[in-house]
């Protein structure tokens, strides 16, 4: 029998699918909402979380995915922008 070697897919469009924490700043209709990153603001979809202005989400691809509390929302933020600055460094 032969052994198959398997290696490690390198290709760049491989990677990790990230939801990103969010502020809820206003809900517009057609189930718009527009959200605060911190240093970006952007509509997204609100069709699948059911979420009040000044609330926290999670962000995946343009859609809300789930409400977060306050807490989580801004702890979850602050750990992002560590891993960013350590990024750079």
Not at 21 to 45: F, S, T
Request: aromatic share 6%.
């Amino acid at each position: 029998m032969t052994s198959k070697k398997y290696q490690l897919d390198t290709r760049e469009d491989c990677g990790m699918c990230v939801a990103v924490p969010a502020e809820v700043l206003e809900i517009k209709d057609g189930n718009l909402g527009l959200v605060d990153y911190g240093d970006l603001k952007q509509e997204v979809r609100l069709d699948l979380v059911d979420v009040k202005v000044g609330e926290f989400v999670l962000v995946h691809v343009g859609f809300a995915i789930q409400r977060l509390s306050r807490e989580e929302g801004l702890e979850t933020r602050e750990i992002f922008k560590q891993v960013y600055a350590a990024l750079e460094e």
